[in-house]
């Protein structure tokens, strides 16, 4: 056999592919594993949604190949939501562009903009597909540090300058995955204005705008003046609708942006199922209620969890947004890796090492809060007793 790409040969696998196969064979010796890493939601999308799809499916037009880039009523969908949840004006025509999932998107957008050799502003933690990206389009990267002390935002000013004005692309995410960390306008703003002054193009990734606890709501980048000057944004229907097999999201802002992305993908995809565009037109358009009740049950579920962290002497900060606790290590254990491979094989509870986002989280875990709250209390409550016992 040939010898594969030199940066795909690189490339480290994908965290949650590897750990597969090894809570697989935990649960074939019958342990009980309580997973509190993967960020896919339990709980089904709206009645309503299914019943879109199935409706659509039944149709026998719609079986054929689909729009590239989105039907005209799904783009129109995405205009009509910005205009409701953010009071911005999105033009479905030029300035929205669906997609097979945002992932596919993240991922895509580097080979559209990056040649070999371009520098792209990575956040330290990171969502890893930013930075597997960055690696198969063979570009360099520099890392924006997220700390508490910060906020977890990235310092503009401490970008060296000679980076700032070769990079390409800066990535951000908010509210984020791992820290659930939030922004506001104000951060925008300079991010906005920073990207203006150095011609970067900045990607927002943002699936988690409409999962916000007590009574917070997230704000889009582009609410701000000019923001579609030098932005685009990503989004999804994976985690605000519980659609997250279903592969169906959204790029937004920057005409040329995403024009050249539609471009790239008409080359290796032919868009998204029909009956699937329908139904993530009728989840945008629809009536939204459900989603405070759906977010209730997740801001209990946080609850839980950021109170037995506390118990076990994580140092944690309870997040306003987002499906994830970001934890520090208690002092007596200091590595994230050995500590979640430990308690996996002890326990039967799987949570993530926080150093798979990053060296920033050398020192952390990412616990998920999308299972059933029953199972994650028994998780906590296992947690509890085996770090007692250490």
């Given at each position: 056999?040939?010898?594969?790409?030199?940066?795909?040969?690189?490339?480290?696998?994908?965290?949650?592919?590897?750990?597969?196969?090894?809570?697989?064979?935990?649960?074939?010796?019958?342990?009980?594993?309580?997973?509190?890493?993967?960020?896919?939601?339990?709980?089904?999308?709206?009645?309503?949604?299914?019943?879109?799809?199935?409706?659509?499916?039944?149709?026998?037009?719609?079986?054929?190949?689909?729009?590239?880039?989105?039907?005209?009523?799904?783009?129109?969908?995405?205009?009509?939501?910005?205009?409701?949840?953010?009071?911005?004006?999105?033009?479905?025509?030029?300035?929205?562009?669906?997609?097979?999932?945002?992932?596919?998107?993240?991922?895509?957008?580097?080979?559209?903009?990056?040649?070999?050799?371009?520098?792209?502003?990575?956040?330290?933690?990171?969502?890893?597909?930013?930075?597997?990206?960055?690696?198969?389009?063979?570009?360099?990267?520099?890392?924006?540090?997220?700390?508490?002390?910060?906020d977890f935002l990235p310092d503009f000013e401490a970008i060296p300058g000679d980076i700032a004005s070769q990079a390409k692309i800066m990535w951000l995410n908010y509210p984020n995955n791992p820290t659930g960390a939030v922004a506001d306008l104000a951060f925008f703003e300079k991010a906005v204005a920073f990207a203006k002054k150095h011609d970067i193009v900045i990607a927002h990734d943002a699936p988690y705008c409409d999962l916000c606890f007590d009574g917070y709501e997230a704000p889009s980048i582009m609410e701000v003046e000019g923001a579609k000057d030098v932005a685009v944004e990503f989004n999804s229907l994976s985690k605000t609708y519980n659609m997250a097999g279903w592969r169906i999201g959204?790029?937004?802002?920057?005409?040329?942006?995403?024009?050249?992305?539609?471009?790239?993908?008409?080359?290796?995809?032919?868009?998204?199922?029909?009956?699937?565009?329908?139904?993530?037109?009728?989840?945008?358009?629809?009536?939204?209620?459900?989603?405070?009740?759906?977010?209730?049950?997740?801001?209990?579920?946080?609850?839980?969890?950021?109170?037995?962290?506390?118990?076990?002497?994580?140092?944690?900060?309870?997040?306003?947004?987002?499906?994830?606790?970001?934890?520090?290590?208690?002092?007596?254990?200091?590595?994230?890796?050995?500590?979640?491979?430990?308690?996996?094989?002890?326990?039967?509870?799987?949570?993530?090492?926080?150093?798979?986002?990053?060296?920033?989280?050398?020192?952390?875990?990412?616990?998920?809060?999308?299972?059933?709250?029953?199972?994650?209390?028994?998780?906590?409550?296992?947690?509890?007793?085996?770090?007692?016992?250490?």
């Amino acid at each position: 056999m040939k010898q594969p790409s030199k940066t795909v040969a690189n490339l480290k696998p994908y965290f949650f592919a590897g750990l597969k196969p090894v809570i697989a064979d935990l649960q074939a010796k019958g342990v009980d594993v309580i997973r509190l890493d993967m960020g896919s939601p339990d709980l089904p999308p709206a009645s309503f949604i299914i019943d879109k799809l199935v409706e659509s499916a039944r149709n026998p037009k719609k079986h054929g190949y689909s729009p590239a880039g989105g039907s005209p009523g799904f783009l129109k969908a995405v205009s009509t939501y910005y205009k409701r949840r953010f009071d911005v004006d999105i033009d479905p025509n030029t300035e929205a562009l669906a997609l097979i999932g945002s992932k596919e998107g993240l991922f895509n957008l580097n080979h559209t903009l990056l040649d070999p050799g371009d520098v792209v502003l990575l956040p330290d933690p990171y969502y890893p597909v930013y930075l597997a990206g960055a690696q198969l389009a063979d570009a360099r990267y520099h890392f924006m540090p997220l700390t508490k002390e910060n906020d977890f935002l990235p310092d503009f000013e401490a970008i060296p300058g000679d980076i700032a004005s070769q990079a390409k692309i800066m990535w951000l995410n908010y509210p984020n995955n791992p820290t659930g960390a939030v922004a506001d306008l104000a951060f925008f703003e300079k991010a906005v204005a920073f990207a203006k002054k150095h011609d970067i193009v900045i990607a927002h990734d943002a699936p988690y705008c409409d999962l916000c606890f007590d009574g917070y709501e997230a704000p889009s980048i582009m609410e701000v003046e000019g923001a579609k000057d030098v932005a685009v944004e990503f989004n999804s229907l994976s985690k605000t609708y519980n659609m997250a097999g279903w592969r169906i999201g959204m790029a937004v802002g920057n005409k040329q942006v995403i024009k050249l992305l539609a471009n790239y993908k008409s080359q290796i995809d032919s868009s998204i199922f029909m009956p699937i565009l329908d139904a993530g037109q009728a989840a945008l358009t629809s009536d939204q209620a459900w989603l405070g009740d759906r977010n209730k049950i997740y801001q209990d579920r946080r609850d839980v969890v950021y109170e037995g962290l506390k118990e076990c002497g994580f140092e944690v900060e309870l997040p306003k947004a987002a499906l994830y606790l970001w934890a520090k290590l208690p002092e007596k254990f200091d590595d994230p890796m050995k500590f979640c491979a430990d308690l996996l094989r002890d326990t039967g509870v799987s949570m993530t090492p926080g150093v798979v986002y990053g060296p920033s989280g050398s020192d952390y875990i990412r616990i998920s809060i999308v299972i059933p709250t029953d199972r994650i209390v028994e998780a906590i409550e296992r947690m509890k007793t085996w770090i007692e016992a250490q």
